[in-house]
């Protein structure tokens, strides 16, 4: 069974830290990976997409890949309470199967 | 730039009966994916369509399919509908040149009673 997990939260981070969020994937093949963030009634949004290994930075976001490990984690920086969101974080496995993570809520404390 | 509208926005079915969703992606954008969202199940893959193939499929049984047109709008259709089959219905439009870029849709909440 193939699975993508996370840390269901909630994760309450003060504004202006570090948030930090973590997932672990089950398929050693699996050969792209991204974060959404989710508000509230709406619909997600990929904020971002990594395939090799190692930091992948956009702006506040860094994105951190270890393939042999098995994981990987979202750091947002300077967290803002326009942050608090859940995030999603999605795996293609080798076989082109996206699978999803149930997602980790992430609460700023202003 | 227009963003991926998808119609209807809102339905109500009966068990048995067949449902097609649609989706417009984003000008230019020839990749087309559908997801299914419920609170238990959370955000599940359905299939990705790029030039009018389907590229992959998660793991759903054949009443769901869909199709992509030459213009890059996809549908999809669900037969006999089961109660379980509520959800949000959410497509993808995405970019595949150049930097990866994708934009959902406001999705279909289809409620089967």
């Known amino acids: 069974q193939k699975e993508v997990e996370q840390n269901s939260g909630p994760l309450s981070v003060p504004e202006g830290a570090i948030a930090s969020l973590n997932c672990t994937y089950s398929d050693r093949g699996s050969q792209s990976f991204f974060w959404y963030r989710q508000y509230s009634g709406k619909s997600p949004e990929l904020i971002m997409f990594?395939?090799?290994?190692g930091d992948k930075e956009d702006g506040r976001f860094t994105a951190q890949l270890n393939k042999a490990s098995q994981y990987v984690s979202l750091l947002i920086r300077d967290s803002q309470p326009s942050d608090s969101a859940t995030y999603l974080c999605?795996?293609?496995?080798?076989?082109?199967?996206?699978?999803f993570g149930k997602g980790t809520r992430l609460h700023i404390l202003p | 730039k227009a963003g991926v509208t998808q119609t209807p926005r809102y339905l109500i079915k009966t068990r048995g009966q067949q449902v097609t969703l649609s989706c417009s992606p984003i000008s230019g954008h020839r990749s087309v994916s559908w997801y299914q969202q419920t609170p238990g199940q959370g955000l599940q893959f359905l299939f990705e369509?790029?030039?009018?193939?389907?590229?992959n499929k998660g793991n759903f049984p054949g009443r769901f399919s869909g199709r992509q047109f030459s213009n890059s709008r996809s549908e999809m259709n669900v037969s006999t509908l089961e109660l379980g089959d509520s959800a949000l219905y959410l497509c993808?439009?995405?970019?595949?040149?150049?930097?990866?870029?994708?934009?959902f849709g406001p999705g279909t909440r289809l409620t089967v009673t």
């Open positions: 999605a795996v293609n496995m080798g076989d082109d199967k996206i699978i």
């Open positions: 993808a439009s995405t970019t595949l040149t150049g930097s990866y870029e994708q934009y």
């Open positions: 369509y790029f030039s009018e193939t389907q590229r």
């Open positions: 990594i395939y090799s290994n």
